[in-house]
């Protein structure tokens, strides 16, 4: 495992990892967890767009948020007072996705096995049976797996 730092707004990805070792010939996951939130479409779509290109078999796994656009007054108050927390701590949420619309761009792109993992998908995979109750904090979070073809 390699942890490269990038911005991936201004420096190309496969450049970056190349000089930090990557073979393209070879198959790679990419977890790419925390970070899809804060870029520019143009920014995710060449992430995607190169990581698509890697050999067959290469995975991608990363979180996104919700479009809130759908959400009534309940649910939109809370997303937008946590989403005005966040801009004041200097790292304001730009990039959201509607999950069908996403799993059309992943799977025309070329991805196959495009997978998607809502809150409780999450919460019956990974936290059930905790004694803690920890469970996914917000129902606007997501993780998307998808796989080359």
Same mark, same amino acid.
């Given at each position: 495992?390699?942890?490269?730092p990038i911005d991936f707004e201004r420096?190309?990805?496969?450049?970056?990892?190349?000089?930090?070792? *990557?073979?393209?010939? !070879? /198959?790679?996951?990419?977890?790419?967890? %925390?970070?899809?939130?804060?870029?520019?479409?143009?920014?995710?779509?060449?992430?995607?767009?190169?990581?698509? !290109?890697?050999?067959?078999?290469?995975?991608?796994?990363?979180?996104?948020? *919700?479009?809130?656009?759908?959400?009534?007054? !309940?649910?939109?108050?809370?997303?937008?007072?946590? *989403?005005? /927390?966040?801009?004041?701590? %200097?790292?304001?949420?730009?990039?959201?996705?509607?999950?069908?619309?996403?799993?059309?761009? *992943?799977?025309?792109?070329?991805? /196959?096995?495009?997978?998607?993992?809502?809150?409780?998908?999450?919460?019956?995979?990974?936290?059930?049976?905790?004694?803690?109750?920890?469970?996914?904090?917000? !129902?606007?979070?997501?993780?998307?797996?998808?796989?080359?073809?």
């Amino acid at each position: 495992m390699v942890f490269v730092p990038i911005d991936f707004e201004r420096q190309g990805l496969r450049e970056t990892l190349e000089a930090a070792g *990557l073979d393209t010939r !070879s /198959r790679v996951l990419f977890s790419w967890l %925390g970070g899809t939130a804060y870029l520019g479409r143009e920014a995710f779509d060449n992430v995607v767009g190169f990581i698509v !290109s890697l050999p067959a078999g290469t995975g991608l796994v990363f979180d996104y948020n *919700l479009d809130p656009s759908p959400l009534d007054r !309940s649910d939109r108050d809370p997303y937008d007072r946590m *989403l005005a /927390r966040i801009a004041a701590a %200097g790292e304001p949420f730009r990039l959201c996705f509607e999950t069908p619309a996403l799993v059309r761009d *992943l799977t025309a792109l070329g991805f /196959r096995q495009v997978e998607d993992f809502g809150p409780q998908e999450l919460d019956a995979r990974y936290f059930a049976g905790r004694a803690d109750g920890l469970r996914i904090a917000s !129902s606007m979070a997501h993780v998307m797996r998808a796989w080359t073809a």
